[in-house]
């Protein structure tokens, strides 16, 4: 069975909006840490918001290794209407999302990444379909945006392991329990 894994950039106050404003340094830990997770993954799910974003940005960018990653890799966008870019590997998901996501992870290949989707996240662990977050804490409040636990949502985790960087970030990741 395959992992679906969570990474999101967030503030310590929890705000997973607009990384670019509160992460101000991606250490050479950082970078690693983003090595060792997109490594190990060869499909990605994105939100249709996300997507939009992204296949606009990514295919001119050479921000690495990300850029390499994401360009290549299979994307499934879990979307209600059809795509209007192209972007090379990317497919819309057609049917429940939920459905779909069960079915991926049962069969084979690596990790599954989530990134940046903060709506497909939080859908997913509402489903219990998550099995694992890869944290980037930045060390700043941000105050307001869009967060990625919402209010009375419980999720139950287990620490696998926590290390702090140069810049003063965290690199957490948690087992969904």
């Avoid at 503030?11 to 992460?23: K, R």
């Avoid at 998901?93 to 990790?111: C, K, M, Y």
Wanted: glycine share 10%.
């Amino acid at each position: 069975m395959r992992k679906v894994v969570g990474y999101t950039l967030v503030s310590v106050d929890g705000v997973a909006e607009a990384p670019e404003l509160f992460v101000l340094d991606f250490d050479a830990e950082m970078e690693a840490n983003l090595g060792e997770v997109i490594g190990a993954q060869d499909t990605v799910l994105l939100g249709r918001r996300m997507y939009d974003e992204w296949s606009d940005h990514w295919p001119r960018s050479d921000d690495q290794p990300f850029a390499d990653f994401i360009n290549t890799v299979q994307k499934y966008v879990a979307s209600s209407t059809p795509l209007a870019r192209r972007w090379t590997n990317a497919e819309r998901i057609e049917g429940p999302v939920e459905d779909f996501v069960r079915e991926l992870r049962a069969g084979d290949g690596g990790d599954i990444g989530v990134h940046g989707s903060i709506v497909l996240t939080q859908a997913l662990l509402a489903a219990g379909l998550v099995d694992e977050l890869r944290l980037v804490v930045a060390p700043r409040v941000v105050g307001r945006g869009r967060r990625l636990f919402e209010d009375g949502v419980s999720h139950p985790l287990e620490l696998v392991e926590c290390t702090g960087t140069p810049s003063g970030s965290l690199l957490v990741r948690y087992r969904l329990r």
